[in-house]
């Protein structure tokens, strides 16, 4: 019973991880590329972590594969964030056939401020200067 | 596993930009935790366990980094 389960979650991890690795090859942007990876990776390693937990049966093991799931789940997110956000104000396009740009004109491009129009962004500089 | 890595070691050679190479370090790494998980499994040594932890550490550590830098670049410029 526990042999089948092992079987079938590392066989589910490696086809989850096979299919990020298309899709950071297939994908047309740099912004779906993240998208796939982190999600699909996740789960993949995710998935192998637990049945190696399930292979060895012990408490040590078992809390430390814990340990390594909860920090991917943790850091994933923050680094898919941070390398997005990076890459935008670097310049990178969008997809030509995406649609919608909700970040366009939206970000100061010195100050890297987030506000709903880049006039109020100097309105804002402009009356700290005067103070 | 031994495909996945070839993939995206393609996608680390050919990546247009830096960004691109960056989001590929990254899978490469998180595949390498699968690998490595894989191998502990198949030799039956759960000490390897440690190592994909650290590689996990290092993986966001180094993408942390690779942002800041390119935020920083593009200040500067």
């Known amino acids: 019973m526990n042999d089948y389960l092992i079987i079938i979650l590392s066989a589910l991890g490696a086809i989850f991880i096979l299919l990020a690795a298309i899709g950071i090859i297939r994908m047309p942007d740099l912004y779906l590329r993240i998208s796939v990876t982190t999600k699909a990776a996740t789960l993949g390693v995710g998935l192998l972590l637990i049945s190696a937990a399930i292979y060895f049966n012990e408490i040590g093991i078992t809390s430390r594969v814990l340990a390594i799931i909860t920090f991917i789940l943790l850091t994933a997110p923050v680094g898919a964030h941070m390398i997005g956000r990076a890459s935008y104000f670097s310049g990178v396009k969008l997809w030509s056939k995406s649609k919608e740009d909700d970040l366009k004109g939206k970000y100061h491009p010195k100050t890297h401020g987030l506000a709903s129009g880049i006039d109020e962004i100097e309105e804002k500089n402009e009356s700290k200067k005067s103070i | ?77």
């Open chain 2, 1 to 77: 596993m031994a495909i996945s890595t070839l993939l995206i070691f393609i996608r680390f050679l050919i990546g247009p930009t830096l960004s691109d190479r960056v989001v590929a370090l990254d899978l490469l790494l998180t595949t390498g935790i699968g690998i490595i998980t894989i191998y502990s499994i198949y030799t039956d040594q759960p000490a390897f366990l440690d190592i994909a932890m650290i590689m996990a550490l290092i993986a966001f550590l180094g993408t942390v980094a690779f942002s800041y830098y390119l935020d920083k670049r593009e200040k500067n410029e």
